[in-house]
């Protein structure tokens, strides 16, 4: 595995590939891997001759400034990781190389509704900064095929609408399943600061998903999203949102609605720790 922490050295390697005619498949993560990351550079290797995962921490989709001095860096694991994946490139830059002169003269993208409801309405900013350093990456790698996690489902929403947004009309983004460990909780780099006692219980987010998708023809939402907030409160949870959406363009419903896809969508805190997680319906 080749490791860049430069602009210029990165493209250079990435120009002299494609004059090979490799084609390059693109995993941008913030480190702290697991083994969803992995899943996505195993995926990435699969469809493409070259294979990049950039790690970055990126200050300007942090609307919380505490959650940033608190999210888990583990660079030397994550290199550990990727070089056992068969990685090929990592692209391991600073801020200061991704915003030299200060991410305010970088360009920003409006993502519209995307950006006012579920995971916008709550983290206000947010997805201005995943297109903004996503938006930058992309310049740098020009990947062929984007490669992301399910669990963010609405920042793949976000992904898929910043493409075209840049021209990149030949950009495949490619969404893959959500890596869960044995219990269902959803892979998340956030799992590793909750206690012993938060890990047991922060499953029920997942059996409260099981439970929308289950009841899809027996029940009305509104019902089942009672039962879910309740029990969440139950288990020492502070619930954000339990929504139901159209899966294409994450338009809000407000019941299950026939011969659409839907996905159901989980925001809640135990303690300082955020989880979210969703489930095609």
Known sequence: ??????????????????????????IPTMGALHAGHISLIQKAKEDNTLSVCSIFVNPTQFNDKKDLEKYPVSTEADIELLLNAGCDVLFLPSVNEIYPDGDSNFKTYDFGYLDTILEGAQRPGHFKGVGQVVGRLLEIVEPDNLYIGQKDYQQCMVLKKLAPMM?????????????????????????????????????VIYQCLVSIQSKKQTAQFDVVK????????????????????DAR?????????????????????????????????
């Open 1 to 26: 595995m080749v490791i860049f922490k430069n602009i210029n050295d990165i493209k250079k390697y990435i120009s002299l590939k494609k004059d090979e005619e490799r084609s390059i498949g693109f």
């Open 167 to 203: 021209g990149l009309n030949d950009l495949n983004v490619i969404i893959c399943p959500t890596a869960r460990e044995a219990d269902g909780l959803a892979m998340s780099s956030r799992n590793r600061r909750l206690t012993e006692p938060q890990r047991v219980v922060a499953a």
């Open 249 to 281: 363009d994450l338009t809000l419903l407000s019941n299950y609605k026939k011969d659409t896809p839907m996905v159901a969508l989980i925001a809640a805190r135990i303690g300082d720790i955020r989880l979210i997680d969703n489930m095609l319906v």
């Open 226 to 245: 009672k039962e879910c907030e309740d029990l969440l409160a139950a288990k020492g949870f502070v619930t954000e949102y339990v929504a139901l959406a």
